[in-house]
Structures are given as structure tokens and as C-alpha cells.
């Protein structure tokens, strides 16, 4: 790997996500990271991704952006404790309660789509993530989400077999 993305440090229990699991080998395999204070996840959409011909189906949008919230939360967490990606403490575990996208521009197909976020409020428990996807230049779309820590209840039972 080039880098080091918080979805790598989840616990193999808790790394079947859709979106950003690497143990789903089904999955987008979405990898966020810091890029200085702002959150980053690159993605290149395949043929598959369509919504109409030459556009990418919002609904793949609406999962990166998904995703990518809540390994910025995860990340503005852990880096609130003291902590950087590959200390031995386990990255704290966050899922979206919130998900607001706003769709600008369509989204080409072809371009590695860039999300940037900003960790806009931080809280005990729960964390503003505001975030941009770009294509090439384009602005295409805008998320504003809630990340909450996750409940026991889901913590439970979170292996899949
Ligand atoms: C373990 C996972 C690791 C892998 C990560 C991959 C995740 C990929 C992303 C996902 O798809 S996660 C799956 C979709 N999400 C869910 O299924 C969550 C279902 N909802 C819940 O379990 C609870 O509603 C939730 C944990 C989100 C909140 O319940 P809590 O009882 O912990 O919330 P609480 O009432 O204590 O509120 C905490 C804060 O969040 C705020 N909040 C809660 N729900 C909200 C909401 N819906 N909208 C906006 N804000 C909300 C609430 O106002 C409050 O803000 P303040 O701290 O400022 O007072």
C-alpha cells in the first residue's frame, strides 16, 4: 500500500463494510487518510458505476461519501487522543446517523473522483464531517454527515459467520 488509510487499522471484526471493508471482497474497498487537516478518499469508478451513459450513479456518490465520513470521524478521533495510524491503540469505531448529499454538477465517469473533507464540529461522541467530491476540477457534489461512536449494539455479533 502507498499510504496509510484508517480503514486498514479497523479490527478484522469490524472490517466487512461495503463500502471501506477490506475483509468484503465484494466491496469498494474506500481508503481514507489525512491530507494535512483536510480527509481524502481517491476512487475510480468502474463501467459498472453508471447511472446514465458518461455519469456516475449518485447512489455510489452517496456511499463515498458514506464511508468516507466515517473514517474522517474515525481519524479526527483518534488524532484528537494523540494518536497516528499504526500506534498499537485501536482506532475508535464510528457510523453514520446523518447523511445529507447535495448533487451540483453530474458526475463524469472516467475521472478518479476526489473526496476532501473537513472535520467541521467534534464532539464526545459524535463528529461534523463536511466534504467535497471532485472530478478532475468539477465540483460535482457536497455532504454534510453525522458520525456518531458506535453503539454496543452493534459491536455485538460483528463478524459475519
Ligand atoms: C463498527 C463500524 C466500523 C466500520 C465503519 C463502516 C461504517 C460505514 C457507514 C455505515 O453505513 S454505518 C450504518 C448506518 N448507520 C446506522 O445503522 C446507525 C443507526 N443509528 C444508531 O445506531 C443510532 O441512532 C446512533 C448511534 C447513530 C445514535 O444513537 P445514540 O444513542 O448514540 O445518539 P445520542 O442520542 O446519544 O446522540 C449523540 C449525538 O448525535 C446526534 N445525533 C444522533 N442521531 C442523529 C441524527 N440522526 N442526525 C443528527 N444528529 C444526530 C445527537 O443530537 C447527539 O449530538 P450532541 O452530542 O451534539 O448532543
Known amino acids: 500500500m502507498d499510504f496509510l488509510a484508517v480503514q486498514d487499522?479497523?479490527?478484522?471484526?469490524?472490517?466487512?463494510?461495503?463500502?471501506?471493508?477490506?475483509?468484503?471482497s465484494s466491496g469498494h474497498h474506500f481508503r481514507?487518510?489525512?491530507?494535512e487537516e483536510e480527509t481524502l478518499t481517491e476512487y475510480q469508478p468502474g463501467p459498472e458505476h453508471m447511472a446514465i451513459?458518461?455519469?456516475?450513479?449518485?447512489?455510489?456518490?452517496a456511499s463515498l461519501f458514506d464511508c468516507h465520513s466515517t473514517g474522517s470521524a474515525s481519524l479526527?478521533?483518534?488524532?484528537q487522543a494523540g494518536h497516528a495510524l499504526g500506534d498499537e491503540t485501536p482506532?475508535?469505531?464510528c457510523v453514520t446517523a446523518s447523511l445529507k448529499v447535495d448533487y451540483l454538477k453530474p458526475t463524469p465517469?472516467?475521472?478518479?473522483?476526489?473526496?476532501?473533507?473537513?472535520i467541521a464540529e467534534i464532539?464526545?461522541?459524535?463528529?461534523?464531517?463536511?466534504?467535497?467530491l471532485w472530478a478532475k476540477d468539477v465540483l460535482c457534489a457536497r455532504c454534510e454527515a453525522v458520525l456518531v461512536t458506535a453503539p454496543a449494539s452493534m459491536l455485538q455479533?460483528?463478524?459475519p459467520s
Open 9 to 24: 487499522f479497523y479490527p478484522e471484526d469490524f472490517a466487512w463494510c461495503y463500502g471501506c471493508g477490506r475483509m468484503n
Open 32 to 35: 481514507t487518510r489525512w491530507n
Open 53 to 61: 451513459p458518461g455519469f456516475v450513479y449518485g447512489g455510489l456518490i
Open 76 to 79: 479526527a478521533f483518534y488524532r
Open 91 to 93: 482506532v475508535p469505531r
Open 109 to 118: 465517469l472516467g475521472p478518479t473522483l476526489r473526496v476532501i473533507g473537513r
Open 123 to 132: 464532539g464526545r461522541k459524535k463528529v461534523v464531517v463536511v466534504s467535497e
Open 157 to 159: 455479533n460483528s463478524s
